[in-house]
């Protein structure tokens, strides 16, 4: 069992920054690849970023690349994703989730989720 809690949502200008957490407990971070999902009011969930066990891999949503960064400390089981250069379509809830098996931008493919954290931008 991996327990994830995420922080560091809020609200923020268009254009602006924000860094959210995701603290893991539980089994070996490490042996888990993590990634983060976000779902916007009325809207599927839709996948962001991932990173590989080791952190050497990472992937992202168009969407979001080149404006945000995924990454993790094992030393410390936390994940993180840097958003920059934010947009009002960035709002939404944003999801850390884990995954024992797969490095994928499939939602179903991850065994652990956090609660959310909110983020919001205005324009």
């Known amino acids: 069992q991996v327990h994830l809690v995420e922080s560091g949502g809020g609200l923020v200008q268009a254009g602006g920054s924000l860094r959210l957490s995701c603290a893991a407990s539980?089994?070996?971070?490490?042996?888990?690849?993590m990634a983060w999902f976000r779902q916007a009011p009325g809207k599927d969930r839709e996948f962001v970023a991932r990173i590989n066990w080791s952190g050497g891999s990472t992937y992202y949503a168009d969407s979001v690349e080149g404006r945000f960064t995924i990454s993790r400390n094992n030393a410390k089981t936390a994940l993180y994703l840097q958003m920059n250069s934010l947009k009002p379509e960035d709002t939404a809830i944003y999801y850390c989730?884990?995954?024992?098996?797969?490095?994928?931008?499939?939602?179903?493919?991850?065994?652990?989720w956090g609660q959310g954290t909110q983020v919001t931008v205005s324009s």
């Open positions: 539980g089994r070996t971070f490490s042996n888990y690849a």
């Open positions: 989730a884990a995954s024992e098996n797969y490095y994928s931008d499939y939602g179903a493919q991850y065994d652990y």
